[in-house]
């Protein structure tokens, strides 16, 4: 019996940062389900859904934090003195923007979509909303304000957008807008010199910073920035600007005056370090001399030295929370935003499991029955941590822990866990038996609504939905080859999940964007190569490909209507390959596919690199006349099958693998963690009849491919990740695989008419999680179970690395 570690939030220590030692650290370990550790210091008060940015009054008596996730968006007042949250206001929309007036009567804040600049007046430590400053229509009109300045004696504001990339210049006595300015990309955050002559502003999807001559109104110069510059902060003496640039892992340092950048300061833990770290937050200390940058993918603050600027030097890091997106410094504190809070966690009472919205309450005798519903998007509440600024011995401590807690090392970039023998080589471009790689996309599902019936593995039966009856080839495969029960998908839904499968990396804008749009709070979908600022900074897996020599081809992963999405793509797409389309039948890709195999199998030139889209399994929910969920799971099931069986006997099997994920693991339920989710390896050299229990990830299977194909990783995330060598032998002696006819009927519709069919009707099913998730899950499971959900089994991550078996 395999013994398995929970670690619970509320086991983390509230204790001083300076009290905290290497054992009490570790003993306070917080595994992810992405093989990443949190140990973080310092004190802490509870945020709301994925916090953004921290402002702090001119007195420094409050700070305001505003919460910018998919579920309730919130604005939290905070007295610094007695660190605790003194009022909290809902707010419709909104997205970053925050800023008080310096006589500490207003607080203003970015209204999101709505287009507005809402004012609260800050009454008896209360937050009343007064007003609101309207840049233009509500969305769709494209606009989207971001970062705020004030010139408070001249009662004028400026305002960025990240939507229409602009400069909004707002007369704050009247509140009309002055003039509107073109950034010529998106806008991120902005701050005035201390004589307000200048206002300095980060272009986020153009890698600058603008200078905007406030006395003459126009742009007076540019200074070339990072990759995905967002956060600044200004010294003191106004001589120098730092920036934050999230994609290149690094702080530009500004000699204002020679308008230059005079150093970067590379934040991540090794040198030359890949995309990973994602700097996103900047901060100086009272005395100017330290500089705390906040690596929101490392999940720690990196400390520099930057008394001598041009000279800087780094001091070390400290461990935070998961996700750090903001940081700030008051007297000898400083404050964190941890955008993610402390761990992941199982969700078993999602996809909503109360039959009816209004019946998501506590139920009379049910205390163990959550209030709210459990959709990943919304599931990871946030962290402020207040740390006291580290001596140098504390600090030596805290760097150290953040290395233990980082499984990313510059050696596993070129060499990785393994055996000897192994087809998955142990070093980047060693030769491999395997030479060519299919790897199959799909949409959405946990372990436990597909797999949770086969008792191999650690699953729970009460939440299957598709269980073996609707997905016999899914189970087949998982028996004849190798069961994999606990993968981890690196993404919580689809706009960053098809990145994270093709890139190994989200970028901060990603991160930072798709909760308002999966919010209903307008936004469109930005990740698969549809906007520029999205995009890996190095390019996806096809990039990668190409810079090596690796010949590779796309079905309908990043190539919508049969038209590539990105550049690199562009003659490597099957011209009649259906892309996202929920009326075709993913049989009918499966035919589409292989009439191309076979041309390319005839003429020698199969590519050796092959993604392919088949995401039926999303379903329609109970649209009237369209697939039921069963046919549409069903079909994606018997296409995968399929598949297999014409690959297992073409003449390449022996030198074929097949890696089949789900892209994110969004509208299911899994007792373990909502990261969870099925993966499918199968090929001539892949195990058979084999359960493998290790922890793998969306990273890891991605490693794998690399290392096959002798690429090397693409960020710090696969390159960290454990390649799943354990689940491939030596020889190749598979035999075909014989695909299972479908046990369901593939053409049965949705045909009555009820809530849950009423409430699909109002879906839009065109693009890729259009739909609102959490809705969509309470449909799903009413409309096919109809019945309560079982009590929880689960309160926190559970770690599965450290077992052993009877």
Aim: contains cysteine; charged residues 20%; hydrophobic residues 35%.
């Amino acid at each position: 019996m395999r013994s398995i570690l929970i670690i619970l939030i509320a086991l983390l220590p509230f204790a001083d940062s300076f009290a905290q030692t290497t054992a009490q650290l570790e003993a306070s370990r917080i595994h992810l389900p992405n093989g990443w550790s949190l140990t973080p210091v310092g004190e802490h008060l509870p945020l709301g859904d994925l916090p953004l940015n921290i402002a702090v009054s001119s007195s420094k008596r409050y700070i305001a934090v505003t919460n910018n996730g998919q579920s309730i968006q919130n604005i939290q007042l905070i007295d610094v003195k007695a660190q605790k949250v003194l009022d909290e206001v809902i707010i419709p929309k909104s997205w970053f923007g925050l800023k008080f007036s310096a006589d500490e009567k207003f607080l203003y804040a970015s209204g999101g979509n709505d287009n507005r600049i809402l004012q609260y007046a800050v009454q008896q430590n209360k937050l009343i909303l007064k007003d609101s400053i309207r840049l233009g229509d509500k969305w769709p009109v494209r606009i989207s304000p971001s970062g705020i300045e004030i010139d408070d004696k001249k009662q004028i504001m400026y305002v960025l957008t990240k939507e229409n990339d602009s400069l909004y210049i707002i007369d704050l006595t009247t509140k009309k807008i002055k003039q509107q300015l073109s950034l010529g990309g998106e806008g991120y955050n902005c701050l005035l010199s201390s004589n307000k002559k200048e206002l300095y502003i980060t272009c986020w999807g153009c890698d600058k910073v603008l200078i905007f001559d406030t006395q003459h109104n126009s742009f007076s110069g540019e200074i070339k920035a990072g990759d995905n510059p967002n956060d600044l902060c200004l010294s003191k003496n106004g001589k120098y600007l730092y920036v934050a640039n999230a994609n290149d892992n690094s702080v530009s340092v500004i000699d204002l005056p020679q308008k230059k950048v005079i150093e970067t300061l590379n934040t991540a833990l090794y040198p030359d370090a890949p995309n990973g770290s994602t700097t996103n937050g900047v901060a100086l200390s009272e005395d100017q001399k330290t500089l705390y940058t906040a690596n929101a993918d490392n999940n720690c603050l990196a400390v520099f030295d930057v008394s001598k600027p041009g000279f800087s030097r780094s001091k070390g890091f400290i461990p935070v929370g998961w996700y750090p997106t903001n940081v700030k410094v008051i007297g000898k504190k400083i404050y964190v935003a941890n955008g993610k809070g402390f761990s992941s966690m199982a969700n078993p009472y999602g996809p909503n499991p109360l039959k009816k919205k209004e019946e998501v309450e506590y139920q009379a005798g049910d205390k163990n029955r959550p209030k709210d519903v459990q959709y990943i998007a919304g599931l990871f509440k946030g962290k402020l941590s207040i740390i006291k600024e580290p001596t140098e011995e504390q600090l030596a401590i805290f760097s150290q822990q953040v290395y233990k807690n980082t499984p990313y090392t510059k050696e596993k970039e070129s060499i990785t866990a393994g055996e000897t023998g192994n087809p998955v080589p142990m070093k980047t471009g060693a030769p491999s038996p395997i030479k060519y790689v299919f790897y199959i996309i799909k949409e959405n599902r946990t372990y436990d609504q597909v797999l949770g019936d086969m008792k191999e593995g650690n699953g729970d039966t009460s939440l299957v939905l598709f269980g073996e009856q609707v997905t016999p080839n899914l189970h087949k495969l998982s028996r004849e080859f190798v069961l994999l029960d606990n993968f981890y998908v690196d993404a919580e839904v689809s706009a960053d999940g098809h990145n994270w499968s093709t890139a190994a990396y989200a970028t901060d804008y990603l991160e930072k964007t798709w909760p308002t749009s999966y919010g209903g709070r307008g936004g469109v979908y930005d990740g698969e190569g549809n906007r520029a600022i999205a995009n890996a900074p190095k390019g996806f897996i096809w990039d990668h490909c190409k810079r090596a020599g690796i010949s590779y081809r796309t079905y309908g992963e990043f190539a919508d209507n049969s038209k590539p999405n990105i550049p690199v793509l562009k003659d490597h797409v099957c011209p009649y390959y259906s892309g996202w389309n929920l009326s075709i039948y993913d049989t009918t890709r499966f035919t589409q596919w292989k009439h191309e195999f076979d041309s390319l199998l005839s003429i020698n030139m199969v590519p050796h690199f092959n993604s392919l889209r088949m995401g039926n399994d999303h379903t329609e929910g109970l649209r009237k006349g369209k697939l039921s969920p069963i046919a549409h799971v069903a079909d994606n099931d018997l296409a995968v099958g399929l598949f297999v069986d014409y690959l297992s006997k073409s003449p390449i099997w022996k030198e074929s693998a097949v890696f089949v994920i789900e892209d994110d693991a969004q509208n299911g339920a899994d007792h373990v963690d909502a990261h969870r989710s099925t993966a499918y390896v199968a090929g001539g050299f892949v195990k058979q009849g084999y359960v493998d229990h290790t922890m793998y990830s969306t990273s890891s299977m991605l490693r794998t491919i690399e290392l096959i194909l002798g690429i090397p990783p693409m960020s710090q995330y696969d390159a960290a990740a454990v390649p799943m060598w354990n689940c491939f032998s030596a020889t190749a002696s598979h035999p075909a695989f014989q695909s299972v006819p479908a046990q369901v009927d593939l053409l049965e519709k949705n045909v009555a008419v009820n809530e849950w069919q009423r409430r699909s009707e109002r879906f839009d099913f065109t693009k890729e999680d259009n739909v609102p998730d959490l809705e969509f899950n309470i449909v799903l499971w009413n409309g096919m179970k109809g019945t309560p959900f079982p009590a929880p089994k689960r309160a926190a991550f559970v770690n599965l690395l450290k077992k052993e078996d009877d």
